[in-house]
């Protein structure tokens, strides 16, 4: 079964400041990972996507992520945060099946200070 | 396409009570996924739709939620005899298939309070 954990529940950074969120997963194989962000009250918006090829892979937003097999981690960095930033960030893991379902983790709450 | 759409944006019932929530999902996106979110959680997979075939349910939904998708366009998911444990945001997100590495587009969510 797919898990994901993303230890970090809240994080605080100044505006201007570099952002790492992290996020561990498990899976059998090569899976599809996503970043998606939520803010208060609204559905989620997908960031970036990793499925295959370079392990680097840049969103929107000015959000970048790495995929580490060897570490099952899929981390998310930008390296200068905005105000309109603060939000909750969500790991996902997908199936490579074609089930289509994905396995979220229970996120990461970012606060920004001005 | 205006994206994914969901109705009501809230929904207060009383205990007991039923309700159905809508979903409108992208025209040209044939999978429709619901889920289900609490505070402090991530979202946690209910059931997915390839057209209008219905092709996993979690174990956590109990016989008394249904989800529909007639003719593989809009999709209900109705809650029968609502508890208050069911009190939480339920999101709908559509993909295509085929392209899961993709992601979701998702809805904004129909907010659920039981009392």
């Known amino acids: 079964a797919q898990s994901v954990t993303q230890p970090d529940i809240h994080i605080t950074v100044s505006e201007g400041a570099s952002l790492e969120l992290r996020c561990n997963y498990s899976?059998?194989?090569?899976?599809?990972l996503f970043w998606y962000v939520q803010s208060p009250g609204q559905g989620l918006q997908l960031l970036l996507k990793?499925?295959?090829?370079?392990?680097l892979v840049q969103g929107i937003k000015g959000f970048e992520a790495e995929f580490k097999r060897s570490q099952s981690s899929f981390n998310l960095r930008k390296p200068s945060v905005h105000w309109s930033d603060a939000a909750e960030y969500f790991c996902?893991?997908?199936?490579?099946?074609?089930?289509?379902?994905?396995?979220f983790g229970d996120g990461t709450t970012l606060t920004v200070k001005p | 396409d205006t994206g994914v759409s969901q109705d009501p944006r809230h929904k207060i019932t009383k205990r007991g009570q039923n309700v159905t929530f809508r979903c409108d999902p992208i025209s040209e996106h044939n999978r429709l996924y619901w889920y289900r979110q609490t505070l402090g959680q991530g979202p946690e997979f209910l059931t997915y739709f390839q057209n209008e075939a219905q092709l996993e349910k979690s174990r956590l939904l109990s016989d008394r939620f249904s989800a529909e998708r007639p003719k593989g366009s809009f999709s209900t998911l109705e809650i029968q005899r609502t508890e208050q444990g069911d009190s939480a945001m339920y999101l709908c997100?559509?993909?295509?298939?085929?392209?899961?590495?993709?992601?979701?587009?998702f809805g904004s969510g129909t907010r659920l309070t039981v009392v």
């Open positions: 899976y059998g194989a090569t899976p599809y």
């Open positions: 997100a559509s993909s295509l298939q085929g392209v899961e590495g993709y992601g979701y587009t």
């Open positions: 996902a893991v997908g199936a490579r099946a074609n089930a289509g379902k994905s396995t």
């Open positions: 990793y499925f295959s090829g370079d392990t």
